[in-house]
């Protein structure tokens, strides 16, 4: 078996790769809706995105609506891989299978 992913492991980069797997495939989250939902600080928030963005598991667009500036996140499609792995991982080794 393999270990559990350290970067999804972590409370908070858990809750957001769960609220982010979510959406549909593609859709995007806006990033106040997103630190509402999980009870979050702007702050906490943008720190945690910045690891997952780092390993590439979410992507981050920053833009203007009319001129104010707004951000948008979304699973990329190795961070639902990753998250998917995470899970087999996470239900093998709840039911013992993973012992040798």
Same mark, same amino acid.
């Given at each position: 078996?393999?270990? %559990?992913?350290?970067?999804?492991?972590?409370?908070?980069?858990?809750?957001?790769?769960?609220? %982010?797997?979510?959406?549909?495939?593609?859709?995007?989250?806006?990033?106040?809706?997103?630190?509402?939902?999980?009870?979050?600080?702007?702050?906490?928030?943008?720190?945690?995105?910045?690891?997952?963005?780092?390993?590439?598991?979410?992507?981050?667009?920053?833009?203007?609506?009319?001129?104010?500036?707004?951000?948008?996140?979304?699973?990329?499609?190795?961070?639902?891989?990753?998250?998917?792995?995470? %899970?087999?991982?996470?239900?093998?080794? %709840?039911?013992?299978?993973?012992?040798?």
């Amino acid at each position: 078996m393999n270990d %559990l992913d350290p970067v999804i492991h972590a409370t908070t980069r858990l809750r957001i790769m769960t609220a %982010l797997n979510a959406l549909a495939l593609g859709d995007k989250l806006a990033f106040n809706a997103l630190a509402r939902t999980l009870d979050l600080t702007p702050g906490n928030l943008s720190v945690h995105l910045t690891k997952l963005s780092d390993v590439g598991y979410v992507a981050i667009d920053k833009t203007f609506e009319g001129r104010k500036p707004a951000t948008y996140v979304s699973l990329t499609a190795t961070g639902r891989a990753a998250f998917e792995n995470y %899970l087999t991982e996470l239900r093998a080794l %709840l039911s013992g299978s993973d012992k040798e």
